[in-house]
């Protein structure tokens, strides 16, 4: 596993002669949703679509869409959020499929936090601004009648480690947290007060984002990535021990009750058919509508490319995995 800066991934690139012929796939967060791009490296399914891919770990969808600006990362886990606000000043990032459709997170406070309400005057922490933390705890907070910035301060942490320790260390009263993170905070004797999956908040949490002149110059790579993405996903459900075996490799943890929670997580919230749910992308537009008004003349549809998922479906590859 690589942590990559901006500045150093160009030099990573093209520091070898294969470097023009790699596909750069990123991911921004260290959870086991992810599972099925470390799959996809270890089990060598990206070499069997004849795919050359490096993996890089970029901390948050902001982060992450700015080296996909400078075209440094070809398809990443870029959320739907980062999608949008790239689109409505003039970028061309595209969700050509859905990891996950939900906000999969845990919302946990400190101990001293019973509900939602108490959290008036305290101090979130998301990984960045702008980022799917930040997008979820603000729809979670506003669904509870309590406005960011105004009843409530949002403060950026950094990856999910670091906002699993703020959280421990008092410095902040609360977090939106995935797993295994949560798992950390709640052995610390931090709290669950909701699940967002429960909560109705749809969201393209975690994308399969590229960008749509990548889909016009490369679009055989993307759909043979797209394979491999779907073999490595019906991997991380039916071979449970060699998923848990490539989780401790990637996310550092070999705690039995850690694992077995972390693949749970993965197996609940990860969409088998990665198909773009459009209401994923509509709550996005929305809440930039209330801002700037010339989301308002934006349609969902115009984020989101179902083509070559929906191909797939009608070859019968999903079919063929999942028997139904």
């Keep these: 596993m690589k942590i990559v800066t901006l500045t150093a991934l160009l030099w990573l690139i093209f520091s070898n002669i294969a470097g023009a012929q790699t596909t750069v796939v990123g991911y921004s967060a260290v959870t086991s949703v992810f599972l099925p791009f470390w799959i996809g490296k270890e089990a060598g399914l990206y070499k069997k679509e004849g795919l050359d891919v490096q993996l890089v770990y970029i901390a948050s969808s902001t982060t992450m869409a700015q080296a996909m600006f400078a075209r440094e990362v070809a398809i990443s886990t870029v959320n739907s959020g980062s999608v949008v606000s790239s689109g409505l000043q003039g970028g061309d990032l595209v969700l050509m499929g859905a990891v996950m459709n939900a906000a999969a997170f845990y919302i946990m406070t400190r101990p001293e936090i019973a509900n939602v309400q108490d959290l008036t005057g305290k101090k979130i922490g998301v990984t960045r601004l702008g980022s799917s933390s930040d997008f979820a705890i603000r729809e979670y907070l506003q669904k509870h009648k309590l406005q960011p910035n105004r009843d409530v301060n949002i403060v950026q942490v950094g990856g999910m480690p670091e906002l699993a320790a703020a959280l421990n260390n008092g410095s902040i009263s609360a977090a939106p947290l995935s797993s295994p993170s949560s798992h950390v905070a709640q052995q610390k004797g931090n709290r669950v007060i909701a699940n967002l999956a429960d909560e109705g908040i749809y969201f393209v949490i975690a994308g399969l984002t590229t960008s749509r002149r990548y889909l016009r110059e490369h679009r055989n790579e993307a759909k043979a990535f797209l394979r ?74 115009q984020f989101y490319d179902n083509s070559l998922v929906q191909e797939l479906v009608n070859e019968g590859f999903y079919k063929a995995l999942w028997g139904k």
Excluded at 244 to 257: C, E, H, N, Q, V
Excluded at 271 to 292: F, T, Y
């Design 228 to 301: 491999a993405f779907g073999r490595a996903t019906h991997s991380m459900f039916q071979q449970r021990d060699e998923a848990k075996r490539i989780l401790t490799k990637y996310a550092r943890i070999d705690d039995p009750g850690m694992l077995d929670g972390s693949l749970k997580y993965a197996h609940d919230f990860t969409e088998k058919i990665p198909l773009v749910k459009r209401e994923g992308v509509q709550v996005v537009l929305d809440q930039e509508a209330a801002k700037n008004a010339q989301a308002r003349e934006f349609s969902a549809e």
